[in-house]
């Protein structure tokens, strides 16, 4: 159940330098897609994943007791830095049919854009707000370069519905970053090592 879903992440129409792609991270597939001309830019520039899936357990008479993580590492440690990854703790609540968890992400934060081919600048006001109550004990953190996220132990029958945001930014315009996305559960001998590639394309430089 999600009770404060709210998806702000999309600037206005006419802002430069922007892109949106969904895919499917552990289908092992790699990631490509073409950018427009960027000038001689200068600053940062922001990467935000926003994840969101099922965590189907294997056998529901089993307790998981073992966490399941899962990680998101640039490959390129010089430029690349991890800003927030959330949710970053879980709240158990109390109830007529036993105890749920509660899994919360509130992150919002103002970003210096460009619109009209990059000729003039904006502020855009990005949110993104998630409330998931469930079995699942979800939380984040940083780890130097990389961000994780896990389910601390889980005790459930169904299929959980999860999501997480984590944010990077570079000081690199151009050509591309890869980041490896990574799944850990020691309990069933889950281990994606060095994790499934994505490579995103920044911007080419100017002629």
Do not use: C
């Amino acid at each position: 159940m999600d009770s404060t879903f709210n998806d702000s992440l999309i600037p206005p129409l006419d802002t430069s330098f922007y892109k949106q792609k969904s895919f499917n991270i552990f289908e092992g597939r790699n990631f490509r897609e073409a950018a427009p001309t960027s000038s001689n830019y200068e600053g940062l520039v922001y990467i935000i994943f926003v994840h969101s899936g099922t965590l189907v357990v294997p056998n529901y008479t089993e307790y998981m007791r073992e966490p399941t993580r899962f990680t998101v590492t640039p490959v390129d440690l010089k430029s690349v830095q991890a800003v927030a990854q959330e949710p970053q703790s879980w709240t158990k609540y109390m109830g007529g049919n036993g105890a749920v968890y509660g899994s919360k992400i509130d992150f919002s934060q103002d970003f210096p854009m460009f619109k009209n081919g990059g000729t003039e600048e904006l502020t855009f006001g990005a949110a993104y707000n998630s409330t998931i109550v469930g079995n699942l004990k979800h939380s984040g953190r940083i780890v130097g370069h990389q961000t994780e996220f896990s389910f601390d132990e889980v005790d459930t029958s169904k299929d959980e519905f999860f999501r997480a945001i984590s944010v990077f930014s570079t000081t690199k315009a151009t050509g591309s970053l890869e980041f490896r996305f990574g799944l850990e559960n020691k309990n069933y001998n889950i281990v994606t090592n060095p994790g499934v590639p994505v490579v995103i394309d920044l911007f080419p430089a100017a002629a």
